[in-house]
């Protein structure tokens, strides 16, 4: 199975958001999480910073972190 813990890091620290992770939604209302026993949980006001698929681990930032771009240079190869 593919399941991942959701972690929202902010101020250098992580913060467990939910275990099990089945599926992802962005949407307009913040990303939306699911698990196969669980209701859906909204988590407002936050952007996708990176996914460890080896680790089986999402990162969530704030996004106005996001919106600044985390200091982080675009690769130009994905446009």
Known sequence: MC????????????ENIMDSVT??????????????????????DVAVARIDFLGNKLVLVPASVSAQGQGKKKDERYG
């Open 3 to 14: 399941q991942m813990s959701v972690v929202l890091e902010r101020d250098g620290r992580q």
């Open 23 to 44: 599926g992802l939604d962005v949407t307009t209302a913040g990303v939306t999480l699911s698990t196969f026993f669980e209701e859906p949980r909204v988590v407002p």
